[in-house]
């Protein structure tokens, strides 16, 4: 996949870019693409977009490639990537706000109400998607 290099204002001010932005509480300009994230990302060889180009991606408004990408459910959210980061991004809780963008489309709320779920719907739900919902409901 090519990726652009330049961001045009009218992406970068998307509604998909500020929805990432207040979900995540992280500017997405600050990343300057390092590489740093990725290179120290343990499941960084079983993602179809890595994390960086993840970054790129929001920053770039890329939102439906985004959505249908695997890596934001490969993601164990290890936090890994935000401790190699010279800038501080926290791009962890960059993956999560894609992810709860997902998750509020097809669910219509901040969270899986797990118990409501049918045994179909546990079965075809990525397992971070889980993970996620339940780590909500606990911090």
């Known amino acids: 996949m090519i990726i652009p290099l330049r961001i045009s204002p009218a992406r970068l001010n998307s509604a998909f870019v500020n929805q990432v ?3 995540s509480a992280q500017k997405m300009l600050a990343c300057y693409q390092c590489g740093n994230c990725s290179a120290g990302c ?3 060889d079983h993602m179809d977009i890595l994390p960086n180009q993840i970054i790129r991606m929001v920053q ?3 939102r439906e490639q985004l959505i249908n990408s695997k890596a934001i459910w490969t993601c164990v959210s290890c936090l890994t990537c935000n401790s190699r980061c010279p800038k501080n991004v926290r791009i962890a809780e960059v993956i999560e706000a894609v992810r ?3 998750l509020r489309t ?3 709320q ?12 546990m079965v075809t739900l990525p397992p971070i998607a889980l993970i996620s919902s339940m780590r909500k409901l606990t911090s």
């Open 21 to 23: 932005e207040q979900i």
């Open 42 to 44: 343990p499941v960084a």
């Open 60 to 62: 770039l408004g890329m």
């Open 100 to 102: 709860e963008i997902v």
């Open 106 to 108: 097809n669910q219509r």
């Open 110 to 121: 901040d969270y899986l109400r797990i118990t409501e779920l049918s045994p179909e719907a």
